[in-house]
């Protein structure tokens, strides 16, 4: 690792809460790495923080899976719209005897 002027700042965006795996949402931490920050020296620092971003990469990469998995069950249970320029469909009668033929002139 090269020589380092500066200290490596927090990863912290203040959101300060965790997930089921228990990282937090904001810069993907674990609770351990939250609290020991200030004593890591810039080496673990910079371990901590290639972590979080490889997290944060499988974090995004599963979103994208379940996104991708809804719309293809969202496209399999959709029927195809009917077009404009069809003719309407002829309605369909159950019975003849539903028939009223009271009114109709030969």
Request: aromatic content about 6%; charged content about 35%; glycine content about 4%.
């Amino acid at each position: 690792m090269q020589l380092e002027f500066f200290d490596v700042p927090s990863p912290c965006v203040g959101v300060c809460q965790s997930d089921e795996k228990g990282y937090c949402l904001g810069c993907m931490r674990t609770r351990d790495e939250r609290q020991d920050w200030i004593s890591l020296d810039n080496d673990n620092k910079q371990k901590v923080i290639k972590r979080c971003i490889q997290r944060k990469k499988r974090q995004k990469s599963k979103a994208q899976n379940k996104t991708t998995e809804i719309i293809q069950k969202e496209t399999l249970h959709q029927t195809e719209q009917p077009s404009l320029l069809d003719p309407p469909p002829k309605p369909k009668l159950s019975n003849e005897s539903d028939l009223d033929f009271g009114d109709f002139e030969l």
